[in-house]
């Protein structure tokens, strides 16, 4: 999104040209952009683009605060996610998820915006998690990590294995299985890795 060229505008024109993005990520990021950087307020930006004071000053929220993978995953339109067994449709992750997460630090964020996405908890459910101090069940914990697991090796092209933490699940580790010699030399090469510059 090209701010200089719209901040060259008029101020009407220019909030109506910032805040035309094509996702709700990028209006957030617009809004917060405007009020942070241009000294606008949230009504004078929300009178602007025909929405409720109460709406802009929820979407500034989204845009100060959530992280890059919560805003990433607001741009999705019917397409795989991290973590999801099946398609994103429609946008599955909502503004309502993204604002039920802004309170947390980016780190818990990510963690509990896979498990939504993998579990397609509805913004009720990932609010009572929130509430709970971001606790699940363990069934909810392995599925998350069997999902993931499954995508990365499909990605790799070898079997990963995630395994977190018992006692902390924000820590863990990644196994990733080979047989044979040439097929660790296609793993490091898939990871970009030169061992000969290396080693």
Same mark, same amino acid.
């Given at each position: 999104?090209?701010?200089?060229?719209?901040?060259? @505008?008029?101020?009407?024109? %220019? /909030?109506?040209? &910032?805040?035309?993005?094509?996702?709700?990520?990028?209006? =957030?990021?617009? *809004? !917060?952009?405007?009020?942070?950087?241009?000294?606008?307020?949230?009504?004078?930006?929300?009178?602007?683009?025909?929405?409720?004071?109460?709406?802009?000053?929820?979407?500034?929220?989204?845009?100060?605060?959530?992280?890059?993978?919560?805003?990433?995953?607001?741009?999705?339109?019917?397409?795989?996610?991290?973590?999801?067994?099946?398609?994103?449709?429609?946008?599955?992750?909502? @503004?309502?998820?993204?604002? %039920? /997460?802004?309170? &947390?630090?980016?780190?818990?964020?990510?963690?509990?915006? =896979?498990?939504? *996405? !993998?579990?397609?908890?509805?913004?009720?459910?990932?609010?009572?998690?929130?509430?709970?101090?971001?606790?699940?069940?363990?069934?909810?914990?392995?599925?998350?990590?069997?999902?993931?697991?499954?995508?990365?090796?499909?990605?790799?092209?070898?079997?990963?294995?995630?395994?977190?933490?018992?006692?902390?699940?924000?820590?863990?580790?990644?196994?990733?299985?080979?047989?044979? @010699?040439?097929?660790?030399? %296609?793993?490091?090469?898939?990871?970009?890795?030169?061992?000969?510059?290396?080693?």
């Amino acid at each position: 999104m090209n701010y200089d060229y719209c901040m060259a @505008l008029d101020d009407e024109e %220019a /909030l109506k040209t &910032l805040l035309s993005p094509s996702s709700p990520a990028e209006q =957030a990021e617009a *809004i !917060a952009f405007l009020v942070d950087q241009e000294g606008y307020t949230a009504a004078a930006v929300a009178g602007a683009i025909g929405i409720g004071d109460y709406e802009a000053r929820r979407m500034l929220r989204i845009g100060r605060n959530c992280s890059s993978y919560v805003k990433r995953m607001l741009h999705k339109r019917g397409q795989w996610v991290i973590g999801s067994p099946q398609p994103v449709i429609g946008g599955y992750f909502s @503004l309502g998820h993204a604002r %039920a /997460l802004a309170g &947390l630090n980016h780190g818990d964020q990510d963690i509990l915006a =896979a498990k939504t *996405i !993998a579990g397609r908890w509805s913004v009720r459910k990932l609010e009572r998690v929130v509430t709970d101090g971001g606790a699940t069940t363990k069934d909810e914990n392995a599925e998350y990590f069997k999902q993931l697991s499954s995508y990365l090796s499909e990605n790799l092209g070898h079997p990963v294995q995630v395994k977190c933490d018992k006692n902390n699940t924000n820590n863990g580790k990644i196994e990733i299985s080979y047989v044979g @010699l040439d097929k660790f030399d %296609a793993i490091v090469d898939k990871m970009g890795i030169n061992l000969e510059d290396t080693l």
